[in-house]
């Protein structure tokens, strides 16, 4: 198997791999410049939002189809050799980025006889930021390209089940041109180990610490309003209780945070995820968050699986019939809040009775297995393998 080509420097979800049974060394291919963007004066001389605009009606799907030419003609002069020589290709594509869709479509168009597997992060038409972060004149073009996408790939890839059945139901896909693959853990970025307990005990005088990883601001799918009103609801119930925020660098949160929430709520400075992922491992309780909205019933959130292998009880603000508040009953991680009027009371609850006799869950370690990368890893080598040597 050889790496033809990964887009690391703009976008670091998309990869070709070439398979040839025969072996092959890891080769990276570079792609000639992108063409330069003129509207770059505006963010220069202070209008930077006046070209975020500007770009959104010039260029579909993004700016960066200013590379996409030239990427696309590089990598079928490196696939017509492969297929020359006899290998087998396949095209894999992670998105978003919209505008990897343009190359993987080009390339299969082209090359009928390659293998072109999609992986759904985002399901453009179904999630309403994505869709209205396009351009009112592009919906409809966003949608055929979509429909495009679905009709010419041989495996769409979703994060979780949920999202699969919304495919097969609501886009007509057939069902064996679907299958699910979770986001996953990795062990090695972490250094806390549970030991399939969390018995957390309150001692007098101690605040509870709620820690949340990621951006907080991502309307409609999280509202950082409403996440940082209850707990400061829940401090106004006489329960001492910070929230620590890391991994979030958005300016809106730290001016809402700034401007009504500095009494409940930390935001702290950028880290690597591993130093993330350790800081927040500090915390009583781990804070998750989507709005009830049909595209979160099927949300698979990224940090869900690190969240899992942290040992600590997960307040699961979300929807009660969603993906995440199926994987936190399954494993027994935590606790699920749907996000209504009784959410505040739910949480004053669990956290009375963590200050009382404290919290005792018992962690379904062989369910959490399931998402680890070991696991995770040879599902995608087994989709590949069945795709190419089918």
């Known amino acids: 198997?050889?790496?033809?080509?990964?887009?690391?420097?703009?976008?670091?979800?998309?990869?070709?791999?070439?398979?040839?049974?025969?072996?092959?060394?890891?080769?990276?291919?570079?792609i000639p410049g992108i063409y330069h963007n003129p509207l770059g004066i505006l963010n220069k001389i202070g209008l930077g939002r006046i070209e975020v605009v500007l770009d959104k009606y010039i260029y579909f799907p993004s700016p960066r189809i200013r590379y996409i030419k030239a990427a696309q003609k590089k990598l079928a002069k490196i696939i017509q050799c492969d297929i020359d020589q006899g290998c087998r290709v396949c095209i894999f594509n992670s998105l978003p980025h919209h505008d990897l869709g343009l190359v993987g479509l080009y390339l299969k168009?082209?090359?009928?006889?390659?293998?072109?597997i999609v992986d759904w992060r985002d399901l453009w038409s179904y999630d309403e930021k994505y869709f209205r972060s396009f351009a009112p004149i592009y919906r409809d073009k966003l949608i055929?390209?979509?429909?495009?996408?679905?009709?010419?790939?041989?495996?769409?890839?979703?994060?979780?089940?949920?999202?699969?059945?919304?495919?097969?139901?609501?886009?007509?896909?057939?069902?064996?041109?679907?299958i699910s693959i979770e986001h996953a853990f990795s062990r090695e970025d972490i250094e806390y180990q549970s030991d399939g307990t969390s018995n957390a005990k309150y001692k007098s005088g101690n605040v509870i610490n709620i820690g949340?990883?990621?951006?907080?601001?991502?309307?409609?799918?999280?509202?950082?309003?409403?996440?940082?009103?209850?707990?400061?609801?829940?401090?106004?119930?006489?329960?001492?209780?910070?929230?620590?925020?890391?991994?979030?660098?958005?300016?809106e949160t730290r001016a809402i945070i700034n401007r009504s929430?500095?009494?409940?709520?930390?935001?702290?400075n950028?880290?690597?995820?591993?130093?993330?992922?350790?800081?927040?491992?500090?915390?009583?309780?781990?804070?998750?968050?989507?709005?009830?909205l049909p595209n979160c019933h099927i949300i698979n959130l990224a940090k869900l699986p690190h969240y899992l292998i942290l040992g600590k009880p997960i307040l699961a603000m979300?929807?009660?019939?969603?993906?995440?508040?199926?994987?936190?009953?399954?494993?027994?991680?935590?606790?699920v809040i749907p996000p209504d009027e009784n959410a505040v009371k739910k949480m004053v609850d669990i956290l009375r009775k963590y200050k009382g006799s404290g919290i005792?869950?018992?962690?379904?370690?062989?369910?959490?297995?399931?998402?680890?990368?070991?696991?995770?890893?040879?599902?995608w080598i087994d989709t590949i393998n069945s795709i190419c040597f089918d």
Not at 13 to 26: D, E, F, P, R, W
Not at 213 to 241: H, N, R, T, Y
């Open 109 to 116: 168009k082209k090359f009928p006889s390659i293998k072109w």
């Open 318 to 335: 979300v929807p009660d019939k969603s993906f995440v508040a199926n994987v936190i009953r399954e494993t027994n991680t935590g606790f």
């Open 261 to 268: 929430f500095s009494d409940v709520a930390v935001l702290h």
């Open 144 to 178: 055929c390209f979509e429909r495009e996408i679905f009709d010419n790939c041989d495996l769409n890839v979703t994060t979780n089940d949920f999202a699969r059945e919304v495919l097969i139901t609501e886009y007509n896909i057939p069902a064996d041109k679907v």
């Open 1 to 30: 198997m050889r790496l033809i080509y990964s887009l690391k420097e703009h976008c670091p979800k998309m990869s070709l791999v070439s398979t040839n049974h025969k072996g092959g060394n890891n080769q990276g291919i570079t």
């Open 212 to 251: 949340f990883l990621g951006s907080m601001s991502k309307s409609p799918k999280v509202s950082a309003i409403k996440v940082l009103g209850a707990i400061k609801s829940v401090k106004m119930s006489g329960i001492d209780v910070v929230l620590n925020v890391y991994g979030d660098d958005e300016a």
């Open 360 to 379: 005792c869950l018992k962690i379904k370690e062989d369910v959490v297995e399931r998402y680890s990368w070991a696991r995770i890893s040879q599902k």
């Open 270 to 292: 950028r880290r690597s995820h591993k130093e993330s992922l350790k800081k927040v491992a500090c915390s009583d309780f781990l804070l998750l968050a989507l709005e009830d």
